[in-house]
């Protein structure tokens, strides 16, 4: 996406659609793995963590050229940052990708005839549960950073990291503040606690500010090495 041809209500509908659709992966896969998986929660955990790095990755490619395909507040705030993204573009890109995560919600619950909004009572929480969104978030952006120039490889290496850290963190890699706040109105397999999210969007600043930092200082680096070869 090229700041020359870059067309804001066009991809605010992308990062609208593209959340929804995220979403949508995120708490289908979950419930259809739970009642498929016979209360396995192993089986139910690799099915939603497999539906969902192929989607991301799938969605990243599709709507990538039309907004960058973020997807995640933080992405946002971060390209802003880094220029990559024009400031006006973060309210709007935001607003999509809380209002499309909503709608992911809702229109999950009708394709599987559940209300279409519930309160989770999923409790995560605890020090374990911080740590690990902070972590899960440093990670998602050190692979943004780290392979963003080279932009055809991005959905993949983003859709291969958030499968893996369902795995090897405690909190399954929410690292995104629009699906977390989404996931709360969800009372299957995927949601957590309302009154857990706010931890969970502090955990996931610090990881992103973290990752932010620590890239500059080592793509920076990296930089003088090249011109000094």
Known sequence: MSA???DLPRAAVGEFVGTA???????GSGVMAERLAGGNA???LLANSIATGGALGTLIFTFGPISGAHF???VTLVSAAERALPWRGVTPYMAAQLCGGFLGVVLTHLMFELPPVQLSDHARNGSGQFVSEIIATFGLLAVIHGTGKRASVVP?????YITAAYWFTSSTSFANPAVTIARAFTSTFTGIRLADVP?????QIIGAVGAT???RWLLRLDEKGDQHA
């Not at 659709?21 to 708490?27: E, F, I, P, R, T």
């Not at 993949?156 to 291969?160: D, F, Q, R, S």
């Not at 931890?199 to 955990?203: C, G, N, P």
């Open 72 to 74: 995640n507040p933080l």
């Open 156 to 160: 993949l290496t983003v859709a291969a």
């Open 213 to 215: 930092i620590f890239f």
């Open 42 to 44: 192993a089986l139910t």
């Open 4 to 6: 020359s041809s870059f």
């Open 199 to 203: 931890a969970f969007i502090v955990a």
């Open 21 to 27: 659709l995220l979403v949508s992966a995120v708490v």
